[in-house]
């Protein structure tokens, strides 16, 4: 076991099925190539899975709590998660209604001494549970499961001020003395809950304001495209285009599906179907599409809405990174496009190799990408000054959210050394000269960093969109690399 491997932790009593549907629906921004592991004794609680259930290549920790609460057990899990770099504890329901079991499993993995991320039902979940009495197979009022992060202070607040008094003597003093083992570990311990579930999969804004900006985002976004294209739109006609990351909705690349392309999709955290938005955003989206293009096939749009879905036929959608892209075939799609997602890839290489593999000799690639730390766009190179280590751990605890500080004539490096050739940089964004010059004194006494003697002319872009095309094959005897 590596140490960058995360562990899911499902508290005991966590319904049979739902791990599966969670890690289905990708809920969950942990990865699903994990092992199981079931504590000694312990096969599988009362209501909760068994490792028969447990698909193939799936990987879950089925945690002792409660009454399983033993040394044993402690000393048994620290020892299997000593490997671990990262823990998601998912607590299946409110501390108030199960305390027992969520505490001491909580207080387990705050002694192991691990960062924690700690997901739970959303308020509409927990609630619907606590009106049912804690009745496992609820769903929210969409049919699904939601978890959102249980915000630390929330979580010492119920943990520290809630009135056990429903619970049976020797459970309250079970939980008193976890409430005083939690108290002193909370203080110390590295507990990691704010803004660590990736943006995709956090609860969407359907509200009227919302879904006006982002159809008006969308609409931009695919207008950029087409303008960039040679001939615009007909160019798209029987083509085959592929967005890397399109983020919490589709609309970009369906809007070149309604002028004819055949279109799919892929993302490391692919959002799903949200019943409150994505029917009001699609909706909203076809009127916009209408007005600026009369005579536009909606069909696509049409289809998505009248299905509740993403059938085939609109689009086909994959929750993968570009790294792991093995699913599409090769030389196979005409145009690849993307926006603000090259700076998140995390393994670079492997996701260059790939989007070579796929796209067609003479295939043309679009992509906008954003050069700036995002932990704080005013500061736009600050992370630069983190030495490789710092600047690995920050990366992998923010899902790659704060990007991955590979510079524009690196990334230009790396698209002409998988075969591409680099047809324009267009940068967009500039770092300001008061910033720049703060910036440099500070960069240049970064030793442990690897750009501390960076050339200063390659830091003032910040933002740009390469447009890039797939070399022809060496062998001018192939039939596709003839005039
Ligand atoms: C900043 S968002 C941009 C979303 C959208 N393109 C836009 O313009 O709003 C980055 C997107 O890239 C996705 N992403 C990040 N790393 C990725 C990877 N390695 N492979 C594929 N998608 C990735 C994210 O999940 C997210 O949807």
Redesign the pocket.
């Known amino acids: 076991m590596g140490s960058s491997r995360s562990i899911m932790v499902v508290a005991p009593g966590f319904p049979a099925g739902l791990i599966q549907e969670l890690l289905a629906d990708r809920y969950l921004p942990v990865p699903t190539n994990l092992e199981v592991l079931l504590p000694p004794g312990n096969s599988a609680p009362r209501n909760g899975l068994s490792a028969k259930e447990i698909p193939e290549g799936t990987l879950v920790v089925s945690a002792p709590g409660g009454s399983f609460f033993s040394s044993r057990h402690l000393q048994w899990l620290r020892g299997k998660l000593r490997p671990f770099k990262k823990v998601f504890l998912l607590i299946p329901q409110s501390p108030y209604q199960d305390a027992s079991s969520a505490l001491v499993t909580l207080l387990i993995f705050l002694m192991s001494g691990k960062a924690i991320t700690i997901l739970r039902p959303n308020d509409a979940v927990a609630d619907a549970q606590a009106k049912a009495a804690i009745n496992w197979q609820r769903r929210d009022a969409a049919g699904k499961w939601r978890v959102t992060e249980l915000n630390r202070a929330v979580l010492i607040k119920e943990v520290r001020h809630f009135v056990w008094s429903k619970y049976p003597e020797p459970i309250k003093n079970l939980i008193k003395s976890v409430q005083l083992e939690l108290g002193y570990y909370l203080g110390s311990c590295n507990l990691e809950t704010d803004g660590t579930v ?3 999969l956090q609860p969407l804004d359907a509200s009227q304001e919302a879904l006006e900006r982002d159809a008006k ?1 969308a609409l931009g ?1 695919a207008i950029t495209w087409i303008d960039n294209l040679p001939g615009g739109e007909k160019f798209l006609r029987g083509k085959k285009v592929l ?6 909705n589709f609309g ?1 690349i369906l809007t070149l599906a309604c002028h004819g392309a055949e279109v799919l999709v ?6 799903p179907w949200d019943p409150e938005y994505h029917p009001k955003f699609y909706t909203l989206l076809k009127e916009r599409l209408a007005g600026r293009w009369p005579g536009i096939d909606l069909s696509p749009l049409e289809r998505i809405i009248a299905t509740g879905q993403y059938p085939r036929e609109s689009i086909c959608a994959y929750t ?4 792991k892209l093995s699913g599409v075939p090769a030389e196979s799609v005409d145009l690849v496009i ?4 090259f700076e ?3 393994d670079l290489q492997s ?1 260059f190799a790939h989007l070579a593999r796929i796209t067609k000799p003479g295939g043309l690639g679009l992509h906008q990408v ?1 050069f700036r730390d995002h932990r704080d766009y005013s500061r736009p190179l600050d992370y630069l000054l983190l030495s490789q280590k710092e600047f690995t751990i920050e990366f992998r605890e923010r899902h ?2 704060c990007g991955n500080r590979f510079r524009p004539r690196e990334m230009w490096q790396l698209f002409e050394s998988a075969g591409f050739e680099v047809k324009e940089f267009r940068p967009d964004i500039f770092v300001t000269e008061k910033y720049l010059t703060e910036f440099l004194e500070r960069l240049r006494q970064a030793k442990k960093s690897r750009y501390v003697d960076y050339n200063v002319e390659d830091l003032r872009h910040v933002s740009g969109l390469f447009l890039v095309v797939k070399k022809l094959r060496e062998n001018p005897e192939l039939p596709e690399n003839r005039l």
Do not use: Q
């Not at 993968?320 to 790294?323: A, F, G, N």
């Open positions: 990736p943006f995709n985002y976004t967005e890397i990351g399109p983020g919490i970009s892929t993302d490391r955290f692919l959002t993968c990174s570009l790294e993307s926006n603000a997602v998140h890839l995390y996701a954003d790659g959210e």
